[in-house]
């Protein structure tokens, strides 16, 4: 009778056992499943700033409230210098390694960079539609 006690305790434990393996072998798949596209991430950003041409870093969050006021103003940006400028957001939330990367210490933080990639120009907080526009312009962006 108590060899069955201990043989149920036992399958008791391996069956525990095994649904712990299982949890951490789908943990695994997931967090493998899920690095492709944090490498994809770290891949798109790579590029940054735009060799060849003037970039605009705009690094916030998406549930940042100056950074919201931004957004439609960062589209418009992105419209209107199609081609002549780059106009990039960054949610530091999401990609923290960016902030880190570019010396994020408050958002909205925008960074200028010149053709050859130098930072020119670093800005915090909302910046408005006509200050982007006229460092642009300085920095010789028609």
Request: charged share 25%; with cysteine; aromatic share 8%.
């Amino acid at each position: 009778m108590l060899t069955g006690i201990i043989k149920a305790e036992g399958a008791s434990i391996v069956i525990i056992f095994r649904k712990l393996t299982i949890f951490i072998l789908l943990s695994g798949l997931v967090a493998l499943l899920d690095m492709p596209a944090a490498l994809a991430d770290v891949e798109k950003f790579s590029n940054l700033p735009v060799k060849g041409m003037v970039t605009m870093i705009d690094l916030g969050a998406k549930k940042c409230i100056p950074c919201k006021m931004m957004a439609p103003i960062l589209e418009k940006m992105e419209k209107q210098f199609d081609g002549k400028a780059a106009i990039v957001f960054i949610d530091v939330w999401k990609h923290n390694e960016q902030a880190k990367r570019f010396g994020i210490r408050a958002i909205p933080t925008q960074i200028f960079f010149n053709k050859d990639g130098k930072e020119i120009y670093r800005h915090v907080g909302f910046m408005d539609e006509t200050a982007i526009i006229n460092q642009l312009k300085k920095m010789g962006v028609d």
